[in-house]
């Protein structure tokens, strides 16, 4: 079995701008390398992993394919490109032909528009996307913009649309709804997948593997395992965790009960097909 980690990130404030790095968030204001986490993802047992994007900018996504041109763990990019001028992320995906580039993001959780989702500037991008063969992955964070998914993949029905971090669970209240009925609407499109990651950050001070485990069984009953996705989410998960292999080891942990066809399509199968990454590498 390969396990891929499908939402990892690397950052370098010294050549890109990251707006969210503010001072409350200390433990993060440093540059980040896969040498930092490459120790704790050989003795978790994962074998490749794939970068998504942390900031808005090209500088980002360059810094990123520096180091997968280093490091053959790395299979895949999720890049950032200005998806609401085509013409110039058409450039830039033509610029970066050579590299990992598996995806694209924008942070729409971010972003000052809230239907910035459903604009028609971004879907002539989106459709750019599906014209290459590429993923995008939607920081679908709040109700309001989970509740936008079914119409995005209505819209674009040959994009594949990968929900990070099961659309942020509300954990840490016990809650369910209006998450986990929008969960299932999503799901409902076949091109719909979603990444079991980042929900260390949506929990209780103290969090296990029985924390998430309510919410990863929903997402296993409305995706199936087929179109769900392990990511340790590192190093954004050391705002709630003591390390990598604490998160890998939960998140592992709610999975441990499915057969192992299914348990392997989550840790890796599944991204290795969404993400069309090849058996080698890049």
Same mark, same amino acid.
């Given at each position: 079995?390969?396990?891929?980690?499908?939402?990892?990130? %690397?950052? #370098?404030?010294?050549?890109?701008? /990251?707006?969210?790095?503010?001072?409350? %968030?200390?433990?993060?204001?440093?540059?980040?390398?896969?040498?930092?986490?490459?120790?704790?993802? *050989?003795?978790?047992?994962?074998?490749?992993?794939? %970068?998504?994007?942390?900031?808005?900018?090209?500088?980002?996504?360059? #810094?990123?394919? *520096?180091?997968?041109?280093?490091?053959?763990?790395?299979?895949?990019?999720?890049?950032?490109?200005?998806?609401?001028?085509?013409?110039?992320?058409?450039?830039?995906?033509?610029?970066?032909?050579?590299?990992?580039?598996?995806?694209? *993001?924008?942070?729409?959780?971010?972003?000052?528009?809230?239907?910035?989702?459903? *604009?028609?500037?971004?879907?002539?991008?989106?459709?750019?996307?599906?014209?290459?063969?590429?993923?995008?992955?939607?920081?679908?964070?709040?109700?309001?913009?989970?509740?936008?998914?079914?119409?995005?993949?209505?819209?674009?029905?040959?994009? @594949?649309?990968?929900?990070?971090?099961?659309?942020?669970?509300?954990?840490?209240?016990?809650?369910?709804?209006?998450?986990?009925?929008?969960?299932?609407?999503?799901?409902?499109?076949?091109?719909?997948?979603?990444?079991?990651?980042?929900? #260390?950050?949506?929990?209780?001070?103290?969090? @296990?593997?029985?924390?998430?485990?309510?919410?990863?069984?929903?997402?296993?009953?409305?995706?199936?395992?087929?179109?769900?996705?392990?990511?340790?989410?590192?190093?954004?998960?050391?705002?709630?965790?003591?390390? /990598?292999?604490?998160?890998?080891?939960?998140?592992?942990?709610?999975?441990?009960?499915?057969?192992?066809?299914?348990?392997?399509?989550?840790?890796?199968?599944?991204?290795?097909?969404? /993400?069309?990454?090849?058996?080698?590498?890049?």
């Amino acid at each position: 079995m390969t396990v891929v980690d499908a939402h990892q990130h %690397l950052w #370098n404030p010294a050549t890109a701008d /990251y707006p969210w790095l503010t001072p409350d %968030l200390v433990p993060l204001d440093r540059v980040f390398t896969q040498a930092d986490v490459a120790d704790q993802l *050989r003795a978790a047992g994962v074998d490749r992993t794939v %970068l998504v994007q942390a900031a808005d900018n090209v500088a980002d996504t360059e #810094n990123m394919l *520096r180091e997968a041109a280093a490091d053959p763990t790395i299979a895949g990019v999720v890049a950032w490109i200005p998806l609401a001028r085509p013409d110039d992320a058409a450039a830039l995906l033509d610029r970066w032909a050579g590299g990992p580039i598996v995806g694209v *993001r924008h942070m729409v959780h971010r972003d000052p528009d809230p239907k910035w989702l459903l *604009r028609a500037d971004v879907a002539d991008g989106l459709a750019l996307l599906a014209e290459r063969g590429l993923t995008f992955d939607v920081c679908a964070e709040t109700p309001e913009l989970l509740a936008q998914v079914p119409a995005l993949a209505a819209a674009h029905p040959t994009l @594949t649309l990968v929900v990070d971090h099961l659309g942020k669970p509300p954990i840490r209240s016990r809650g369910w709804e209006p998450w986990a009925g929008l969960l299932r609407d999503a799901a409902a499109a076949p091109t719909v997948v979603a990444k079991l990651s980042g929900l #260390n950050t949506a929990a209780e001070d103290g969090w @296990t593997a029985a924390s998430f485990q309510p919410y990863v069984d929903h997402a296993l009953e409305v995706f199936g395992p087929a179109r769900l996705m392990y990511g340790g989410d590192w190093p954004f998960a050391l705002l709630a965790a003591d390390s /990598y292999a604490h998160v890998h080891a939960a998140l592992r942990g709610t999975v441990t009960a499915l057969d192992p066809d299914a348990r392997d399509a989550v840790l890796g199968g599944t991204a290795e097909r969404i /993400y069309r990454l090849t058996p080698e590498g890049h």
